[in-house]
């Protein structure tokens, strides 16, 4: 076997055998590895690109019901939501949080009565424990009014909740392996055949290691390169097929200064929000458009970026232009194809297919990220029979990493307050960290912060907020291999820094992360 440190050469391939490999490192397969593997399964999950680099890290960051789909009858999605969002709120409380959001009552889309009812139905569709229900405001005198025309005198407001979309993915991976499933990053699934009792594998990482796993199960969990996956390495011919769609999302400095969302209401009968983001910024998307060109190449146009200016400007009272967005980002939602002429009504649901002609199949079709957790239960449900020796259900009552606050401030009362007690505590026992740094690793980390700060600390500054030993945590628990990794999806500091000291944070990846470190964690290397 190649010592830890060692990427072994293309001519030697890694051989192993596994319960189930899972395929795809968004937040489907995240949760779905995570579930598996703490039911004692043992998981191998492989993803061709980083941990949520794609549609999981590019959604509109929020965990909701989707009030929305009220009007296209989607009744259970809704409420399926709707009962997730309290569930997640509790089990991360540092990277997920309570949101109040604002609708300004526009007469000339949608009656009151009709908000009214819509409203209703959201607040009661399923349980609240811990978000407060909607009301009426007048806008004259709510600080939510302020920022926009003097037009809108009514609106109303609704909860729902915010979440780092990344860094959930790299959560469930981290606790998936914990529990012991390996986890290969930038190594795609490129052969799949498949026998009467398992399946066998090639997996190729993209320093030219090559891994053969067998595997009783394979679970498809590639989202929009589902059925690209099952035509491909697979070898099925018929199949579901997907409908593609680009949503894209700007970013510009802030529009307001209070703590509440908007969700506007358009002419075109769709939505869109604008979000406070990362303290400085505001975050308004997203659109709907078909998507028919290669999935990893999605990108905004000028199209979009135009309409998310102009629908945010029918309400702002100051114009937002195209010349002000600093970031935008765009992903590809897999949706099911249920024959909708507008993108933006085709069904958020998901569905679990299991083909068990031979060694199990299991494809996750669509889905959205509030409905994950639930999605990867059902799934590792559904699996059960072909694993005899798996154990119940687990993650309704089980926080993610660093989600367990108890130990900083005893028994949990409110997600949202426990995390505002948690920070003064952090505060206190690092009484020489800045405040701002404080409350961001606390916001990224939890409860692990303290494994963060504990040994050598922190270590040198690379850039302002930035220090090497916070670099070296994301490289050797969260699998982090490139700048990027780090500003834009494990962090958001490429928001905050400038282009030269994003370029300084790329050149301390190079020296210090070299080419064999950086194609392999140490879970991965100890695997092989």
Known sequence: MPSPGHAPAPSEPTRSVCDVLVVGGGINGAGIARDLAGRGAS???????????HTSGSSTKLIHGGLRYLEYYEFSLVAKALAEREVLLKSAPHIMWPLRFVMPHDPSMR?????RIGLFLYDHLARREVLPGSRMVDLRRHPAGAPLKPS???GFVYSDGWVDDARLVVLNVVDAAERGATVLTRTRCVDAKRAATHWQLRLEGDQGRVHEVRARVLVNAAGPWAAEFLGGPVHLERHKTLRLVKGSHIVVPKMFDHEHAY?????DKRIIFAIPYEGDFTLIGTTDVEHHGPVGAAHIDAVETAYLCAQASRYFERPVRPEDVVWSYSGVRPLLE??????AAVTRDYQLDLDTEQAPLLTIWGGKITTFRKLAEEAADRLAPALPELRGAWTRETSLPGGDLSASIGAPR?????????VQALALRHPTLAPALV???ARAYGSRVETLLGGDGLGPTVV?????GELRYLHEREWARSADDVLWRRTKLGLHLSEAERATVARWCEANWPASARAGSASERAWS
């Open 43 to 53: 998981v191998v999950l492989c993803e061709k690109d980083d941990l949520g680099q």
């Open 111 to 115: 009656p009151a009565w009709m908000i």
């Open 152 to 154: 809108f005198t009514k």
């Open 263 to 267: 969700i506007f209401q358009n002419p």
């Open 338 to 343: 249920d024959e909708a002429g507008d993108p």
């Open 414 to 422: 409110r997600p949202d307050t426990d995390f505002v007690r948690f």
């Open 439 to 441: 409350h961001r690793l």
């Open 464 to 468: 302002p907020g930035l220090h090497e």
